[in-house]
């Protein structure tokens, strides 16, 4: 049982528009999560993260929403670049847990169309 | 450059071979772990380490075996592998003090074939 899902496996977006990676959840007990990014032949790195007791985290062209009613995150990316070309994974933590046990999402692969 | 170095990059082995990957971090962390991605499936833990210490096993079966030393190398023992451990294993690292929004730092990877 999925416990972080990325439905859409890939998305397609024309440089300078923006890019919506969307995220669901289902355990209540994930109070912070992170976005990374992996191009291919690469591990993930860490892009931004977020706190459940914020909606909103901002980092340059980067955004994080988080929904907690509705359990779901989304990333927005504007304006969107070739060099974003890669796949984005979704994860979540519950810091009673430990923090040592973070559970990732499938993943998207967001191409930018130049 | 992430800080976490795994060699080797590739690796194809027979089911009765043994090999192992490693894993060095130069981050001055404190824990370090092990992934496995599959096609199509999500990153999955298999092992924690923090302060040389296993925390976390992830149900894994005994054929892999983890070793860390101490707390800058990380070593994945692999024995009688099958060929549906095919996949790509990612080492990561991280402060590991336990505190929210902890960030993991991750290797190359080592894509592992089984034949």
């Known amino acids: 049982d999925q416990q972080v899902k990325q439905n859409s496996p890939s998305l397609s977006v024309q440089e300078g528009r923006i890019s919506i990676l969307n995220c669901d959840y289902t355990?209540?007990?994930?109070?912070?999560f992170l976005w990374y990014k992996k191009y291919p032949a690469e591990g993930p790195t860490f892009l931004i993260s977020?706190?459940?007791?914020?909606d909103k985290n901002e980092d340059g062209r980067f955004t994080v929403f988080l929904n907690k009613s509705a359990k779901h995150l989304s990333l927005h990316i504007v304006p969107s670049q070739p060099g974003d070309s890669a796949v984005y994974f979704c994860?979540?933590?519950?810091?009673?847990?430990?923090?040592?046990?973070?559970?990732f999402g499938k993943g998207t692969k967001l191409s930018v169309i130049p | 450059e992430t800080g976490v170095t795994q060699t080797p990059r590739h690796l194809v082995m027979g089911m009765t071979n043994k090999k192992s990957l490693k894993c060095e971090q130069h981050?001055?962390?404190?824990?370090m772990y092990w992934y496995k991605q599959s096609a199509k499936k999500p990153l999955e833990l298999m092992f924690v380490?923090?302060?040389?210490?296993?925390?976390e096993n992830n149900s894994v079966p005994s054929r892999f075996s983890p070793e860390c030393p101490n707390s800058s190398h990380l070593f994945l023992h692999l024995h009688t592998l099958q060929p549906e451990d095919s996949a790509l294993y990612l080492c990561?690292?991280?402060?590991?003090?336990?505190?929210?929004?902890?960030?993991?730092?991750f290797g190359s990877g080592t894509q592992l074939s089984v034949l």
């Open positions: 355990n209540s007990m994930f109070d912070y």
């Open positions: 380490y923090s302060l040389e210490e296993r925390v």
């Open positions: 994860a979540a933590g519950a810091s009673g847990a430990g923090s040592y046990q973070l559970t």
């Open positions: 977020i706190s459940s007791i914020k």
């Open positions: 990561a690292s991280s402060l590991g003090q336990g505190v929210s929004n902890e960030k993991l730092f």
């Open positions: 981050l001055g962390h404190n824990a």
